[in-house]
Structures are given as C-alpha cells and as structure tokens.
C-alpha cells in the first residue's frame, strides 16, 4: 500500500484494533502499533517488500482482520491524498499471521530484528515476551512476533518467552554490539507426549534434597508454565551423578528425594498434585556417560520434566 499527498510531508501509524477497548494508551505505550513509518521528509510513504526510509515491511492479514491506519501531515493546509491499497489473496490454511512491532526510528543506523517462530515448522509464533538488561529494548510485549529495534545499544539482553502449547524460552547473556545488524530468532519446542525438559539452573544443597534459594525463580517459572499449559500430566524425574558408573542405595534415595521435593513445591503453589508424580532415576541415566569436566558432572545432577 503507498499514501501521496501533494503538498505535505506524510508519516503513517498502522494499529491493531485487538487494543481497541484502551487504544489511546496502548498506542502511548507503544504496544498497539505494528507499523510505524515516520520519513525525515517525503510526500510518499507505505508498506512494500522494498523497504527504504519512506517504507515499511508490508502485513500479512486473515479474513475479516480489521487495521487502523492514521496519516499525520506536517502542514494545515489542505491537500490532496492519493491512495493505492494492492492485496496479494492466498487460501493457503498453512499461512500464518505475523504481528511486527516496529520501534524503529533511525533507518542510518544498524537493525536489531527479534523474531519467535515454532521450532519444527520455522513459522512466525505470536507469544509473549519479557526483555531485559538493556534499557531501551526493555519491555513486556503481549502476542507478537517480530519486533524491530534501532541496534545502537550495546550489553547483554535477556529475555523470557512463553506460548500456550509450548515450552518456556528463556536465554541470559546475548550480546548486542549495536555495529551491525543483528538477528535474533526465538525458537519455541511445541509440547507432546513422549518430550522433556530439563528444569535449568535448579540446584540443591550438597548431599541434601534441600533447593538452594538462587534455585527458587526457576520453579516459579516451571509453575506458571504449568498454570499456562492446565491439561498437561507429566513426570518429575530425579537423576544424581555418581562416579564410576555407579548407582548406590543412597544415590537412587536422593533422587526420588529431590524429585520428591520439587513436587511438594508445585502443589504448595496451587498444582494439582494428580498431575504429576516424581520419580528417581539415580545415576542409571546420565547425560554423559563418562564426564570429563565439572560442568558434565554437573549436567548428570539434574531433575527433568516429562510429558505424559
């Protein structure tokens, strides 16, 4: 689509109207506008697959899907505008809907693109993100897919992305060098039967099933996503590292001990503890078999989550 005035200079703001019960302070925020091309000056501007300073990515839209689109003119004065809508149909039922979030301002500086697709089928996934760790990217956004930055900030990003159907993505320490253009794509695991997870960063008092306090954020995140995903059933599995290969009484206790206690946590939080039911595996399953390192070592002390 293009807009043409023939006198004024043209910026354009293209919303969705899911926010359209509050639009005003969702737009304030930033979080209802999709499309947002604002040219240092030109009498044209649009969406098209050729993207320059006067245009933008075009959208892809579903049947019955309604747009808001506003035209800002920097003059009072009356003028003509021409406008050109071109639709490009398909009734492909594979197509999936993108919602972009475009905040960039700057097209002479490098883009910072973050994009969350399904990790089997590489398509768009609209899902809810937390940003973290550099101030101007900070934020949570609610159902999108795609959002577009200004990359001149530098720092390590975090980030906390969730989407019903799905496994929790969550990652710390990405590096933005705001010098070149950056890509950053989320990849979401869709959940089923058979899949698990293991629960990241969780750790226990030596020789104990005692979870260390650093360890508590990460429950809380496997609650919500639990609370998010209702009908899933699934196994807490315990697992210890013991050297030698071996599995000992004490180890294959420790273990159900550990799964144990991860349990007790979930219900304590309000889930239904006929969900679930914990497990220990002792040291008869190991992620390495003969581990080199302390970290491997490390990896084989684990509680996993699977889906039943």
Not at 26 to 31: C, N, V
Not at 57 to 86: C, H, M, T, W
Not at 203 to 229: A, C, H, W, Y
Request: one cysteine or more; charged letters at 25%.
């Amino acid at each position: 689509m293009s807009l043409e005035s023939s006198s004024s200079n043209l910026s354009l703001l293209v919303f969705d109207t899911l926010f359209s019960y509050n639009i005003c302070n969702e737009i304030k925020m930033g979080l209802a506008i999709i499309r947002m091309v604002t040219p240092t000056a030109s009498k044209k501007v649009g969406l098209s697959k050729n993207v320059n300073d006067s245009y933008l990515y075009p959208i892809s839209i579903a049947k019955g899907k309604v747009l808001n689109f506003v035209v800002i003119a920097d003059n009072k004065e009356k003028s003509d505008l021409l406008l050109d809508f071109k639709f490009d149909y398909t009734n492909d039922e594979s197509t999936v809907d993108v919602k972009s979030m475009d905040f960039k301002k700057d097209r002479n500086v490098p883009t910072f693109t973050i994009k969350i697709v399904d990790k089997e089928t590489r398509k768009p996934l609209i899902s809810s993100l937390i940003i973290k760790g550099v101030k101007r990217y900070e934020g949570f956004f609610f159902r999108t897919s795609e959002l577009i930055f200004d990359a001149y900030r530098c720092g390590k990003l975090e980030y906390s992305c969730e989407h019903e159907g799905y496994f929790q993505n969550d990652s710390i320490g990405i590096s933005l060098t705001g010098q070149t253009d950056k890509e950053l794509i989320i990849e979401m695991d869709p959940i089923r039967a058979g899949k698990s997870v293991q629960i990241e960063e969780l750790e226990f008092v030596p020789g104990t099933s005692q979870i260390m306090e650093s360890s508590l954020p990460k429950l809380r995140r496997l609650r919500d996503f639990l609370v998010l995903n209702s009908t899933l059933n699934f196994e807490i599995q315990g697992h210890v590292y013991e050297p030698g290969n071996e599995n000992s009484l004490a180890g294959q206790k420790m273990s159900e001990a550990r799964a144990k206690r991860v349990m007790k946590y979930l219900v304590d939080n309000g889930i239904d503890k006929n969900r679930m039911t914990a497990v220990g595996y002792g040291n008869t399953r190991p992620v390495f078999v003969m581990p080199r390192t302390a970290s491997e070592e490390q990896a084989n002390r684990r509680v996993e989550i699977l889906i039943k």
